[in-house]
């Protein structure tokens, strides 16, 4: 369980990643998720349903890619815990990555040239 004060950075994160989504010229996002976590959706079978459909929809749109990572999947050993990689264009470019983890959420801006 997340403490409240990172239940509201997640919400925040998410909510403006949608914002970006539907909103920014540019703005992509290409998300890798392996089996296991598509299986690990909580909730009832008419909330996993939605949330795989949702999934599903979203997948559509031109500026998102969704890859599913397959159980027999080679993985390094010292695989990361699970991150995003947000790219700005512009002036002056950066690229921004987040990871979470069960007790925090963290991100690191690594600006480029």
């Given at each position: 369980?997340?403490?409240?004060?990172?239940v509201?950075i997640l919400?925040?994160?998410?909510?403006?990643?949608k914002?970006l989504?539907e909103?920014q010229?540019g703005?992509?996002?290409?998300a890798v998720?392996?089996?296991?976590?598509?299986?690990?959706?909580?909730?009832?079978?008419?909330?996993?349903r939605?949330?795989?459909?949702?999934l599903?929809?979203?997948?559509?749109r031109p500026?998102?890619?969704v890859q599913i990572?397959?159980?027999?999947?080679a993985l390094p050993?010292?695989?990361?815990?699970?991150?995003?990689?947000y790219?700005q264009?512009?002036e002056p470019p950066a690229?921004i990555v987040?990871w979470?983890?069960?007790?925090v959420?963290?991100c690191s801006?690594?600006?480029r040239?």
């Amino acid at each position: 369980m997340h403490p409240p004060q990172s239940v509201e950075i997640l919400v925040e994160t998410r909510m403006k990643r949608k914002e970006l989504l539907e909103h920014q010229a540019g703005f992509c996002l290409r998300a890798v998720i392996d089996v296991p976590a598509l299986h690990r959706i909580g909730g009832s079978p008419d909330v996993v349903r939605g949330q795989l459909e949702h999934l599903q929809q979203v997948a559509k749109r031109p500026n998102v890619k969704v890859q599913i990572l397959p159980l027999d999947a080679a993985l390094p050993h010292d695989q990361l815990p699970p991150f995003t990689i947000y790219r700005q264009r512009g002036e002056p470019p950066a690229d921004i990555v987040c990871w979470s983890t069960s007790r925090v959420v963290a991100c690191s801006n690594s600006g480029r040239t």
